[in-house]
């Protein structure tokens, strides 16, 4: 037995296949490195599908150095050849006469035919139990296929014991900071608006007309717990709700400030 090469770290080599599961066509990569499988259901084994679903994984977990799979006509096609060219992984196909070489998606598929089966069979959710199956450790030094690919164990239904990475929560928490101070740097809060302080209330939802013409007069009534505002049309016996950030202006130092309001205040229409 001549075993592929261990690959130096997860997603370097991963290897494909084609399989059907009670009348539905399946393709499965396996990742040479951790050994989790990923499945997607194609509509056809033709090139142009299995290269779209292969386009949407390595948009979201990266392309891979080599892609090992058979000779297939999907993946011995011209197509796919330029699909690697274009994506920049190397294709190798197994052996024509020699299909043995693939063994390592042998093994996923039956794995994945199996959970499959007994979940389609209980009525269990199909992705629930793929991501009990992706994060069951494979013995008690390795860990999971999942955390081998991510660096972590993944959250199922599940009780686990997860433990956090202090170095990079601290430079997470201060890149956050930092753009936070970066955006607020030029802007201060604004005052609460005074009982019966005039404003101009806009409704954003106004037709007809540019926005600067939807302006009405109006006055706060004063702070409110909730999150939305009472607005009080004049000549109305109903009231109407508007959301804190309605727009509105008021007096300040003797000219019109136009702004959005911070906090929570009930804004009362006036004639």
Partial sequence: MIPHDLPSFPWQKVGMDLFQLEG?????????????PFVRR??????RC???KLKT?????GIPDNVFSDGGPCFSSSEFAKFARCWGFTHTMSSPHYAQSNGLVERPIQTVKNVMGKAHSSGCDLEMAMLCARATPVDAKIGSPA??????PIRTNLPVRTHQNEGIYNALKDRQDQ??????RGSSDRPDLQVGQAVGLQDPHASGG????????????????CRRQMVQHTGENTDSSRSCDQGFKRKHRGRKVAGRCMRHHQIEETA
Avoid: C, N
């Fill in 24 to 36: 539905h066509i399946y393709l499965i990569v396996a990742d040479y490195y951790s050994k989790i």
């Fill in 42 to 47: 194609i509509t056809s084994e033709t090139s």
């Fill in 50 to 52: 299995v290269i779209a």
């Fill in 57 to 61: 994984l390595f948009s979201e977990h």
């Fill in 147 to 152: 955390e081998l690919l991510y660096g972590r």
């Fill in 179 to 184: 753009q936070k101070w970066y955006y607020s």
């Fill in 210 to 225: 540019p926005r600067q013409q939807s302006w009405r007069k109006a006055q706060s009534l004063g702070p409110m717990l």
